[in-house]
């Protein structure tokens, strides 16, 4: 699970220079953000789907049974595969309009500092939708081992490379104001706290 950089927009939701949702989405299809598809569909799905294989084999010498029945585990898997889905896909389409680059580290990474939308709630969303990806995926298989041993693996991975390489080079290119976001935004768990304010901000504004 190869995490996006974080990318700083003054924008706020619901005014003048947010993206709607359409644009977000539609944004996906960029140019910048088109050329992250083949290290994902060539490279990071087929290891996935690899690691979930051998996880089946490791099951069976273990004599580990499926933890949900079909069609049950399927249905789940589809729904958290597609989730994740959204989520990678909008965060992604968000950092390449805010961001005026692409979300890819590899491909230069976006060249403005975002700490709106998605940004704001934690500052690797994306992470989040590839761990319901990865785990949607571990559900169709009815794998344990990849579940509850590789999954794990994966996502510790992608937080200690997301905060000691990633967000090194972002210090680098942003200096303070990265390390300021950084004081004030969780790594990944959104704090419930800070939905809530958020909630209250937009009640008061629809009042106004």
């Known amino acids: ?8 927009s003054e924008s706020r939701p619901g005014k003048p220079g947010e ?9 996906a299809f960029r140019r910048e953000v088109l050329l992250n598809v083949p290290i994902h569909l060539f490279i990071l799905i087929p290891a996935a789907c690899l690691m ?6 490791i099951d069976r010498v273990l004599g580990w049974g499926g933890i949900v029945r ?3 585990n399927i249905v789940a898997g589809i ?4 989730a994740g889905l959204l989520i990678v896909w909008y965060t992604y389409g968000y950092l390449a309009i805010m961001g005026q680059g692409s979300p890819g580290t590899h491909l230069g990474g976006p060249v403005r500092l975002v700490t709106t939308g998605p940004y704001a709630l934690c500052r690797h969303p994306s992470i989040i939708g590839k761990w319901l990806g990865v785990t949607g995926l571990g559900c169709v298989v009815g794998s344990p081992v990849f579940l ?7 996502t510790a991975y992608s937080l200690l490379a997301a905060r000691h390489l990633q967000e090194r080079r972002c210090v680098e290119l942003w200096g303070e ?5 950084r004081r004030n935004t969780p ?9 809530r304010i958020k909630k209250g901000m937009g009640d008061r504004q629809a009042i106004m």
């Open 52 to 57: 979930a294989h051998l996880s089946t084999r």
């Open 19 to 27: 993206p709607s949702i359409p644009d977000v989405l539609m944004a």
């Open 148 to 154: 509850f041993v590789v999954i794990p693996m994966l």
């Open 187 to 195: 790594l990944v768990i959104p704090r419930i706290r800070r939905l």
């Open 70 to 72: 079909e069609p049950w």
């Open 79 to 82: 729904l958290l595969i597609l």
């Open 1 to 8: 699970m190869s995490p996006a950089i974080p990318h700083v």
């Open 177 to 181: 104001a990265y390390l300021a976001y």
